[in-house]
């Protein structure tokens, strides 16, 4: 069975590699962009099971990228999932519900948590 | 308009709704760049339009704005204000770079600086709609460097032809460990006040004149 792909867009490289080492422990083939455009580009030959989109990033924010992604009809129907500082009010929940954002995961996290959120995910 | 003085306990459920909002917004602030945030002024006034830039630092002429048009049911404003250097430290931290990295606006951080904008926008949303029972349309944050061209784009009327009167919240947030203070302005027009007081009414029963 082929593992499942996830691709994790952070610039902040350390917590990219941080994720990809906790995942890859786990069996997900993982790939990193450190950026929203990387992402874009990547997506261009990738098609992951789940993208994990921070969205404090430079030159092109998570929602900006993921707004990108739900407007390609090869990506819109990608699941994707903002593992971020950011914290929230509903209102800004409802905003990303819009996005179809499947998951909302908080740094700092339990690796744990992390994982298991993950594997549901991709379930 | 302007003789037209609130009465005190409705000053006082209107501010302690702004106090509320501004707690919660604070409250997320603090847990998003894991650092102390305190709430250190608030005040309600009734003034022109063309009045509000006093409010906003006008003097420094870094002052950065950034707001939201409130579109309906309630018209209004949610204003985020503050000296360049220091929106330009929240990039730093929320870009996880030495603070004073960023010396101006740029694509690199323009992006970052809105999602915080529209972040802490969203709390005073949330809880005014709330409080309120209502369901706000909004924009999306709009950045300018003058408050005086700022106050045109507001949506509430010609600032500079007509008197425009609208109530101004005020509330000034400080980061004491990184030195950045900004200040949070909320603004209702005329139409927008009578609205307000009457879904307040509502809630608490009491007689608008």
Known sequence: MSKKKIMVVDDEENLSELVKAILEREGFDVIIANSGIECLEKLKTVQPDLILMDIMMPIMSGRETTEKIRTNSKTKNLKVAFLTVARFSEVGMDSLKKMNVADYITKPFDNNDLVKRVKRLVG | ?209
């Open chain 2, 1 to 209: 308009m302007e003789n037209v003085k609130l009465p005190d306990f409705v000053s006082n459920i209107l501010k302690n709704m702004w106090v509320s909002c501004s707690e919660k917004a604070a409250k997320a602030l603090s847990e998003m760049i894991n650092k102390k945030v305190e709430i250190s002024s608030t005040s309600l006034k009734l003034m022109r339009i063309n009045e509000v830039p006093k409010l906003l630092n006008p003097e420094d002429a870094t002052t950065t704005i950034i707001f939201t048009q409130l579109i309906d049911p309630i018209k209004g404003v949610i204003i985020l204000s503050t000296p360049l250097k220091n929106i330009l430290k929240m990039a730093d931290i929320f870009l996880h770079k030495r603070l004073g990295f960023f010396k101006d606006l740029r694509d690199e951080n323009l992006p970052v600086i809105k999602e915080f904008a529209s972040i802490l926008t969203g709390y005073y949303i949330t809880t005014l709609n709330e409080l309120l029972e209502i369901k706000y349309r909004y924009s999306a944050p709009f950045l300018y460097v003058n408050p005086y061209r700022a106050i045109e784009k507001f949506g509430l009327g010609s600032v500079y032809k007509e008197k425009i009167y609208v109530l101004t919240f005020k509330v000034s947030f400080k980061i004491t460990e990184e030195e950045i203070k900004k200040d949070v302005v909320l603004l209702f027009g005329e139409d927008s006040i009578k609205q307000l007081l009457e879904k307040i009414s509502k809630k608490i029963k009491f007689d608008i004149e």
